[in-house]
């Protein structure tokens, strides 16, 4: 090969190896199953905006809020003064334990007639014994069912079997409803788009209120029950993990079933239970 083509051959290699690392830098991969990724979607640790370092403001007054946030994490860290992050800082874990009511008279058309049916009566029984035998691990700390008929028996039904002192309460925004246009869309079941409007909000008022840290004040772990329904419990996993919320009717819930959710002091949120009923005869399941 004379002079002229060792030239040109070289030529070629350089401008392909360039090419190749050029391909290679561009096309990333953003899957769990990989090493040395970039996470599709990065995990919002102060999602209830109650991150200590969030509620406590920074010694210098040269920052303002956008640049606080803009800030390098760990150049923020050192202008906060640690009284005041301890003043903040809790070490308590929240567990929410989310139940869904027994099987009821779906096809009902007066919402006082929506009633428990036998089985959903069976049903919640056996709920409140598996949670009467999770006291051996866990003391509950109080109880929450929604305002509607079905939720206010399964409630009934599951407190016969927990201590007499637990506080209960009752919270009509839990109630059943249309939480957020689902995707992909289902063809047997389209609410009006008012209703996602109306129930939306209310939907996610409710996870608002009884999905956050605790506060500084709380010193030992919480364990409460909610005793709901199928949308709103779909909806509150999907907002807790921080997956998208549209991706609430993918998967089911039997009736009765228990779904466990806890939530750290760092504000990380892990699901240890989801629509558990195999305390539940095999006969006796529905959904």
Known sequence: MNKYYKVIAATVASVSTVYIVTRQKENKLNASWTTGYEPSLKWNSNWDHRDPSALTKPKSRNF???QL???NENTVKKTLDDSEINKHSTKATRHLFLIRHGQYEVNAREADKMILTELGNEQTDL?????????????FTKLTNSSMIR????ANNIVRHLPEDLPRFEDPLLCEGAPIPPEPPVGH???ELFQFYEDGSRIEAAFRKYFHRASPEQLDDSFEIVVCHANVIRYFFCRALQ???????RFGLDHGSITHIYIRPDGRVGCRTLGESGFIPIEKISS
Request: hydrophobic share 30%; aromatic share 12%; charged share 25%.
């Open 64 to 66: 303002s809020s956008n």
């Open 69 to 71: 946030q803009e800030s």
């Open 127 to 139: 709920t409140g014994r598996r949670l009467s035998e999770l006291t051996k691990k866990f003391k």
């Open 151 to 154: 939720a206010i028996q399964s």
């Open 189 to 191: 079941w389209k609410p």
């Open 243 to 249: 997956f998208p919320p549209e991706a609430w009717l």
